[in-house]
Each structure stands twice: as C-alpha cells, then as structure tokens.
C-alpha cells in the first residue's frame, strides 16, 4: 500500500477495481486545510484520463508490473514502436513518452513496462548523449555566480548549459528533467 502523498508520475494503483497510471501528481498544503494531492491518472484498461483530488494520507493498491528491456524501432505519426530481444514489438503512444519523444534515436535501449502485455511506460536511459547544433556565443567577462545560455541540441530540444559549452559538442543530459549534467565522455 502507498499513500497519495509518496506516489510520483508512472507509479500504477488500483482505484475501484481499476489499474490506473499516475502521470502526474501535485502535492498541495494550504494554511487552514488539510494537504492534497492532485493527480492526473490514466486508466489502463479503457484508455480514459482523469484528474481527481486524494487527501495525502489516502491509501492506494500498488501494482506490481513486468518490465523489459526494449530498443527503439521506429515511428509512425503518434504511435512509437520498440522491439525486445525475442523481435515482440511494442506499441506506445506518444503521449505516455511526452517530451522525452524527441530524445529516442534508433536502436536506443530502454525499459517499457508491462500490464496484461500491454505496453503503458517506457523509461530511457537515465543520461542520454546530444550534440549542441546551436548556441550563442559566451560574453566574455561575465564570472559571477553560474552563468548559462540556451543551447538548441539536435534532437530539437533547447536547454541552459554552462557558457564555456559550444557548437559541435557532445552533451549528457538528464532524460527524466532534460537539463545539462556534463560532457560527454
């Protein structure tokens, strides 16, 4: 059993008899009122969406789901397909992958999780390598404190980097909160 207040985006419960998937929780205290989580869930079995709000203390299921290891595949409109070892193919949409969509490049291995075989997350890597296409260059006697700029990377995502990083450099980045962890080695 969890408690509302300690589930996180991807974490699967049952509510009335119904496995949903949390794809987004928001955890709220206000002064006089008891704290809530607001939670956006995504029911597994009929492919609804809903938003409810729990008391934090609520208690919920938790659902244990088969994971594999999968590569990418290819794409085709909004449906991403990724193979395992055995050549099953798995089908996921593009909104279960959100912004993490852009960052995919072939034969990338990554997890997909399993309810009733059917294919509800995929998790990447946790640092994925990308390489700066564009970026402006750094003011030259700007020192104090951390000084960052915006960087477009060729998956077409654009995030702050240190200013000493430059066009053509290979980047790790971190695929959970897409910001700068380092170079890549």
Not at 21 to 47: D, P
Not at 137 to 161: C, F, H, M, Q, Y
């Amino acid at each position: 059993m969890k408690i509302a207040q300690d589930l996180r985006s991807g974490n699967v419960i049952m509510i009335n008899d119904q496995p949903m998937v949390v794809r987004k929780a928001e955890y709220s205290k206000s002064g006089r009122n008891a704290s809530v989580v607001k939670m956006r869930l995504h029911n597994l079995l009929s492919g609804t969406a809903t938003e409810q709000i729990y008391k934090s203390d609520e208690k919920f299921e938790d659902i244990t789901l088969d994971k594999k290891a999968v590569n990418y595949s290819y794409n085709t409109g909004d449906l991403y397909t990724f193979m395992d070892p055995e050549f099953n193919q798995y089908d996921v949409q593009k909104d279960v992958l959100g912004d993490s969509a852009a960052l995919l490049a072939d034969n990338m291995e990554c997890e997909v999780t399993l309810y009733n075989e059917k294919a509800i997350a995929i998790e990447l890597p946790k640092r994925i390598v990308q390489e700066v296409v564009y970026t402006e260059p750094a003011a030259r006697g700007d020192t104090s404190g951390k000084v960052t700029k915006v960087a477009k990377l060729n998956s077409g995502i654009e995030i702050d980097v240190p200013a000493f990083i430059e066009i053509g450099e290979k980047i790790e980045i971190d695929s959970v909160t897409l910001e700068y962890t380092g170079r890549a080695k």
